[in-house]
């Protein structure tokens, strides 16, 4: 839960002028209404897990490599991006 997040790293993947739209909307929001732990936004996955790493190695040990992470996430992103685009995460109905 809430409690156990350490920090927390949104990445809007959209391009162009949406994606920064929705880029400035949620910093915009998170200046408002302050997340309880840091928070970012970025556009690009490697930049997030970047920013997000030293927070996870906190909680992992000096065994979690960047390198390795970031490919990690970046397949999971495309495996997900192939998933939705095939329609199988799409609503049925």
């Known amino acids: 839960?809430?409690?156990?997040?350490?920090?927390?790293?949104?990445?809007?993947?959209?391009e162009g002028l949406t994606g920064s739209f929705q880029r400035s909307v949620?910093?915009?929001?998170?200046l408002l209404v302050p997340p309880p732990?840091?928070?970012k936004v970025f556009a690009k996955v490697e930049d997030g897990v970047r920013w997000l790493f030293p927070h996870a190695r906190e909680l992992t040990g000096p065994r979690l490599s960047l390198e390795?992470?970031?490919l990690a996430?970046?397949?999971h992103v495309a495996a997900f991006r192939t998933r939705?685009?095939?329609g199988a995460?799409?609503?049925p109905g």
């Open 37 to 39: 732990r840091p928070a």
């Open 73 to 75: 996430v970046e397949l």
């Open 89 to 91: 995460a799409s609503t």
């Open 68 to 70: 390795p992470l970031i």
């Open 84 to 86: 939705t685009r095939d």
């Open 1 to 14: 839960g809430e409690a156990q997040r350490t920090a927390s790293a949104t990445v809007i993947l959209a």
């Open 26 to 30: 949620l910093t915009g929001l998170m």
